[in-house]
């Protein structure tokens, strides 16, 4: 699948709607678009296999998710994906804010 001019959309636009093409569009991070291309060839072909659509929709429900998240932070999704190159290449990886202040910081109790 190619990406096509009219496949991205506009940043804070709000989030995707709930379908393959909407998620696709709006996943502008290069990393999360080759991901989901060949998850989605990988669920499709399981999908044939197993006859249960199951599958798919646990996918289109992950990838749905990650594209609310890059709607919403697209910098923060870019970032998280540079440090999981320097993670993996075992380089030091900068430390930010512990979850529990971030939530706390949002008035969620954990």
């Given amino acids: 699948m190619s990406a096509q001019p009219h496949d991205f959309i506009s940043v804070g636009a709000g989030p995707p709607e ?31 296999v197993s006859l249960d659509l199951g599958a798919l929709h646990t996918f289109v429900h992950r990838w749905w998710i990650s594209a609310c998240d890059t709607a919403k932070d697209p910098e923060g999704r870019r970032q998280m994906h540079v440090r999981a190159r320097q993670a993996l290449a075992g380089e030091p990886v900068p430390q930010g804010r512990p979850w529990r202040e971030i939530l706390g910081a949002r008035g969620i109790d954990v």
């Fill in 18 to 48: 709930k379908n393959l093409r909407a998620i696709r569009a709006a996943l502008i991070v290069p990393e999360d678009r080759e991901a989901f291309d060949a998850g989605l060839k990988a669920v499709l072909d399981e999908v044939k």
